[in-house]
């Protein structure tokens, strides 16, 4: 990946082997290597990040520092099929994570059944 903006001297790739952003000076060929994690967590925390989910099941993050832009929107049935993909299942006890998986979604759907009876009567 490598970023520049239209002007600018600075020109940024991610080295994603050696998980470092190489920032390089091009009038000067000075280059910088700084840790991947640092830049990370300061973008992320300087664009608010907020996830939430949709009433017609959609999975959305957004950037509050900038308007609530919308920078990722999936809907949760897809979400659920990448979080059950044969490499995620591989890293820990099966019938435990599946387990917990339906346990959770069968929360999920008796909170929204309730909220629906709820409107309905009242």
Not at 2 to 8: D, E, K, L, R, V
Not at 20 to 29: D, P
Not at 59 to 74: F, K, Q
Request: glycine share 6%; net charge negative; hydrophobic share 45%.
């Amino acid at each position: 990946m490598t970023s520049s903006a239209a002007g600018s001297p600075w020109e940024v790739e991610l080295d994603e082997e050696a998980d470092v952003y190489l920032a390089t000076l091009r009038s000067h060929n000075f280059e910088v290597q700084l840790a991947r994690r640092r830049v990370d967590d300061a973008v992320f925390a300087a664009a608010g990040l907020n996830l939430q989910l949709t009433p017609e099941g959609c999975v959305v993050v957004r950037a509050e520092n900038s308007g609530m832009r919308t920078l990722a929107r999936i809907k949760l049935g897809a979400l659920i099929a990448k979080a059950i993909t044969d490499d995620a299942l591989e890293q820990g006890d099966l019938a435990a994570m599946v387990a917990q998986l339906q346990a959770e979604l069968t929360r999920a759907l008796e909170t929204v059944g309730q909220v629906h009876a709820a409107r309905r009567r009242g």
